[in-house]
């Protein structure tokens, strides 16, 4: 077996490692000839690689967004003060005639160590950095198409198309390979995080609420609260993304993706 069909067999080979799926049952949709010249297959190895590397660099484009959404990021240690049923915690009056009763709420803790506050809610930075970008003219499929041209029309030699197709591919693997660790990374993040049903409890005009004394507003008045939603019969105002307990990616944790709180 001469050199160039070595090539060809490896990039074959290397193509269909990357996507198992790329060659349909169906004889219409695959891109593979079931005979021709070393010339016509080199034609269909090329096709699939330049699919490929639209399709990888979409991928790197939304793991790249990814890592800089993922770094946006900083935890807001949270506990719950008060006891869910209601026997002691922050005195609340409904002012509909049952008198002044208990309720918990949630406040930012800064007594517990890290691990130990109740959830660590996910807070998204101002600065700019973290604002949205403006789209890229023509999108990302833009810069692979010029590439592409680049490609197909810089190696009329079959020699040299092999090699640049051994090229390509071989970059092809780098990339999977980082896509990869990425992936991982983010099912590690997911897997820990939670939403934490959350409800403000309280008249915002003042009406009724939690018994708050301001250090410069005189006698005691009504404010709002945020707290744990647990009740059956509504849904909550708020579904806060966080890290409940000591869960942290790349542990076990304690819920499953996306679990609620009970």
């Given at each position: 077996?001469t050199?160039?069909y070595?090539t060809?067999a490896?990039?074959?080979?290397?193509?269909?490692?990357?996507?198992?799926?790329?060659?349909?049952?169906?004889?219409?949709?695959s891109?593979?000839?079931d005979?021709?010249?070393?010339?016509?297959?080199?034609?269909?190895?090329?096709n699939?690689?330049?699919?490929?590397?639209?399709?990888?660099?979409?991928?790197?484009?939304?793991?790249?967004?990814?890592?800089?959404w993922?770094?946006?990021?900083?935890?807001?240690?949270v506990?719950?003060y008060g006891?869910?049923?209601?026997?002691?915690g922050y005195?609340?009056?409904?002012?509909d005639?049952?008198?002044l009763?208990h309720m918990?709420?949630?406040a930012?803790?800064?007594r517990?160590?890290?691990?130990k506050e109740?959830?660590?809610?996910?807070?998204?930075?101002s600065?700019?950095?973290?604002r949205?970008?403006?789209?890229?003219?023509g999108?990302t499929?833009?810069?692979?198409?010029?590439?592409?041209?680049?490609h197909?029309?810089?190696?009329?030699?079959?020699?040299?198309?092999?090699?640049d197709l051994?090229?390509?591919?071989r970059?092809?693997?780098?990339s999977?390979?980082?896509l990869?660790?990425?992936?991982?990374?983010?099912d590690e993040?997911?897997?820990?995080?939670?939403?934490?049903?959350?409800t403000?409890?309280g008249?915002?005009?003042?009406?009724?609420g939690?018994?708050f004394?301001?250090?410069?507003t005189p006698g005691?008045?009504?404010r709002p609260?945020l707290?744990?939603?647990?009740s059956?019969?509504?849904?909550?105002?708020?579904?806060?993304?966080?890290?409940v307990?000591g869960?942290?990616?790349g542990?076990?944790?304690?819920?499953?993706?996306?679990?609620?709180?009970?």
């Amino acid at each position: 077996m001469t050199r160039r069909y070595r090539t060809l067999a490896a990039a074959v080979t290397v193509a269909l490692t990357i996507t198992p799926a790329v060659a349909s049952a169906d004889d219409d949709d695959s891109p593979w000839p079931d005979s021709g010249s070393a010339a016509v297959q080199v034609r269909a190895v090329r096709n699939v690689v330049a699919e490929l590397e639209r399709k990888v660099e979409l991928m790197e484009w939304s793991a790249a967004r990814y890592a800089d959404w993922e770094g946006c990021l900083h935890g807001v240690p949270v506990s719950e003060y008060g006891d869910p049923d209601r026997q002691f915690g922050y005195a609340y009056d409904e002012r509909d005639g049952t008198g002044l009763g208990h309720m918990p709420a949630l406040a930012v803790d800064r007594r517990s160590r890290d691990g130990k506050e109740d959830y660590l809610f996910l807070d998204f930075a101002s600065s700019s950095d973290c604002r949205s970008r403006p789209p890229l003219p023509g999108g990302t499929a833009e810069p692979a198409s010029v590439a592409q041209v680049a490609h197909v029309t810089s190696t009329p030699d079959p020699t040299s198309k092999l090699r640049d197709l051994e090229r390509r591919v071989r970059r092809l693997k780098r990339s999977a390979r980082r896509l990869s660790a990425a992936s991982e990374r983010f099912d590690e993040w997911e897997s820990c995080v939670s939403w934490v049903p959350v409800t403000e409890y309280g008249d915002p005009d003042g009406a009724f609420g939690y018994l708050f004394k301001g250090a410069r507003t005189p006698g005691w008045n009504y404010r709002p609260a945020l707290a744990i939603d647990r009740s059956d019969w509504d849904d909550p105002d708020y579904m806060f993304l966080a890290f409940v307990g000591g869960d942290r990616p790349g542990q076990t944790c304690q819920n499953e993706p996306g679990e609620a709180v009970d």
